[in-house]
């Protein structure tokens, strides 16, 4: 795939805690219910406060692949869009897909909201074991594609919490990178 420089400038990877991203909004690795759990998710109910989960029930539920916008609330940031990626079945049901769609869904509501900066965590690789290396390809292509359409995003972070995620993302956008 093709990368150009503008487009590659724009993607930062960085390890640290999502919650405290100064961006207009933060992804959210959620579960189906959209009622909060462990995770990234809990981190940032715990951050945002009690009304993001009161907003989170009036959304009733979100589909695998999908994606939901709510307030930030206590958070930095004033947007959460809270994303559902698929459990790693070994690859037989269609993950791959369903985690492109995750990216494409957040970025449409992205879109539509007018966020110009925005923070992913590595959606569906904790709980959800699907496999870093193969996620952080899928994450990386789908988020260079966005930033060559869409001129009104400024900017992309990918926000590891762990070194050994960290590391795997860098070195797939090295990879992703050699092939312009
Ligand atoms: N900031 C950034 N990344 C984080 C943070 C944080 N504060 N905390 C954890 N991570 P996971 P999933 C990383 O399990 O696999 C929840 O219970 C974590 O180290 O949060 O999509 C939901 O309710 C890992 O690299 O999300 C669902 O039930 C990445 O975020 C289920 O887990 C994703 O791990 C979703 O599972």
Redesign the pocket.
Known sequence: MKIGKKTHSHVSIVQ????TQMVDAIVN???NSLL?????????HQAAGPMLLEECRTLKGCETGNAKITRGYNLPANHVIHT??P?WQEGTHDEDTLLANCYRSCFALARKHGIRTIAF??????????P?KRASRIALKEIFHELETNIELERVLI????RT?YETYLSVEKELSGTK
């Open positions: 640290g805690d999502i919650t690795a959620a579960n909060g759990g462990g995770g990234v998710d809990g981190a940032i559902v990626g459990v965590p590595s959606i569906s690789t904790g709980v959800y074991r699907f870093v926000v590891c919490f762990d995620t």
